[in-house]
């Protein structure tokens, strides 16, 4: 099963609103990633953190390595049509694992 | 396509047939990766190889599940007497390097149905 406890589970927001979404873990991680997938496809790698306390940024995205080291948060600025699909955290140590996903629905 | 290539893309199958699915990873990529998910969930470990060694396999994968990567490039996941929990998409996923830095590229995914 899933180690990750990732909020919300969906969300539905204006476009042009800012979203915000977090990952926690019972354990200390080496690295924090997100990434987001479409209907029918893979998921896609979004942000890639690998130092407590660091935050990343990818044009709209902001992404931050918890300092506890047991946590990682996504926001998504200004957010337009899209940006739709489900986002997953991702994390650990050696082995990477996935949370449940958070199903953003934009509307116009 | 330089990206990761999944085949088939959706297999329906009878319970207690055979299924092979076959990954091709990105041509540089020494690492590939297999997971499964089912509908709300997100990607769970199945098994991961370096070059052709299979390097760790998750409890999910059950002696019914074998995989391989003969030639340090293309893999196959057999799935045999399957039944109707096994009913998920099987995601390939691929990167390089010496460890894992979790960034993986994935594939689209093989989406079995079983009956």
């Known amino acids: 099963g899933q180690q990750l406890n990732q909020s919300p589970q969906s969300m539905f927001i204006q476009e042009g609103e800012d979203v915000s979404m977090n990952c926690t873990s019972s354990s200390i991680f080496n690295t924090w990633l997100w990434y987001k997938q479409d209907p029918g496809e893979g998921p896609v790698l979004l942000i890639a953190l690998y130092k407590a306390g660091e935050l990343t940024s990818n044009g709209r995205l902001t992404a931050q390595f918890g300092i506890t080291r047991k946590d990682s948060f996504l926001n998504i600025s200004a957010s337009i049509p899209s940006d739709v699909g489900i986002y997953f955290c991702?994390?650990?140590?050696?082995?990477?694992?996935f949370g449940a996903g958070t199903r953003l629905t934009v509307k116009p | 396509d330089t990206g990761v290539s999944q085949d088939p893309r959706h297999k329906i199958t009878k319970r207690g047939q055979n299924v092979t699915f076959r990954c091709d990873p990105i041509s540089e990529h020494n690492r590939l990766y297999w997971y499964r998910q089912t509908l709300g969930q997100g990607p769970e470990f199945l098994t991961y190889f370096q070059n052709e060694a299979q390097l760790e396999k998750s409890r999910l994968l059950s002696d019914r599940f074998s995989a391989e990567r003969p030639k340090g490039s293309f893999s196959t996941l057999e799935i045999q007497r399957t039944e109707q929990g096994d009913s998920a998409m099987y995601l390939c996923a691929s990167s390089f390097g010496d460890y894992n830095t979790g960034e993986l590229f994935f594939g689209e995914g093989s989406r079995l149905t079983v009956l």
């Open positions: 991702a994390g650990g140590l050696n082995d990477m694992r």
